[in-house]
């Protein structure tokens, strides 16, 4: 059974940072595309980062490029959110997922596994 277990989120003042964890079970990280996707309340489910399977492939989001990182330990089968100058508006819950896809996606229905989400708060 593939599971994804999401880890490290948190409340943090604006400015701050955070590292989000996505530990998988049942599927290499390695063998698929994985992203990561926020929600917000009364919004919908919009795409943040994407790794491909081959490291050097990433994507954001505009408004997250050039505050995270999206990268991945095949070794700790698990894929991490690196957040920093955090901002209020990115206050949303954090949702890792897998995809059969070879290269970067932005796209929800193309991930197929998905993580139960960890809550990110920023505020001061």
């Known amino acids: 059974q593939v599971q994804l277990v999401e880890s490290g989120g948190g409340l943090v003042q604006p400015g701050g940072s955070l590292r989000l964890s996505c530990a998988a079970s049942?599927?290499?990280?390695?063998?698929?595309?994985m992203g990561w996707f926020r929600q917000a309340p009364g919004q919908e489910r919009e795409f943040v980062a994407s790794?491909?399977?081959?490291?050097?492939?990433?994507d954001y989001a505009d408004s997250v490029k050039g505050r995270f990182t999206i990268s991945r330990d095949n070794a700790k089968n698990t894929v991490y959110l690196q957040m920093n100058s955090l901002k209020p508006e990115d206050t949303a819950v954090y949702y890792c997922?897998?995809?059969?896809?070879?290269?970067?996606?932005?796209?929800?229905?193309?991930?197929?596994?998905w993580g139960q989400g960890t809550q990110v708060t920023v505020s001061s």
């Open positions: 790794i491909g399977r081959s490291a050097d492939n990433t």
């Open positions: 049942g599927r290499t990280v390695s063998s698929s595309t």
């Open positions: 997922a897998a995809g059969s896809r070879w290269r970067t996606s932005r796209i929800l229905t193309e991930y197929g596994i």
